[in-house]
């Protein structure tokens, strides 16, 4: 069998991060500064991704320029949840309907 290929885009990876960089900074915010060391990337370059994610509600910036996670992660994250509690409930059912006692 051989090798998996490693051609991943280094922007998107970046990109992701940059989204872990952020993340459980959502009550107080990050500078850019932060974000930039913490990914190891110039400051520009971490600007233009933060701006990216901006762009589709990946990441927000406040008005003091902090910037913390935007609405679509945690969104994904609700719609995870509520898709697992449904699964949960159905296994349950299941489990109901097998682990009744005849009668």
């Not at 998996?4 to 900074?25: E, F, K, M, S, Y």
């Not at 190891?40 to 589709?56: C, F, H, I, T, Y």
């Not at 003091?64 to 509690?85: C, K």
Request: hydrophobic share 45%; proline share 6%; no cysteine.
């Amino acid at each position: 069998m051989s090798e998996p290929t490693t051609n991943h885009n280094a922007a998107q990876l970046r990109l992701l991060d940059v989204i872990r960089a952020l993340a459980g900074h959502e009550v107080f915010g990050r500078r850019l500064t932060d974000l930039a060391a913490d990914v190891g990337n110039p400051e520009p370059m971490v600007l233009r991704d933060l701006q990216a994610l901006a762009s589709k509600g990946w990441a927000t910036q406040d008005a003091s320029r902090l910037w913390r996670l935007g609405p679509e992660p945690v969104q994904i994250a609700v719609q995870f949840s509520i898709g697992l509690r449904a699964a949960q409930a159905k296994v349950s059912e299941v489990e109901q309907r097998y682990t009744r006692l005849p009668g």
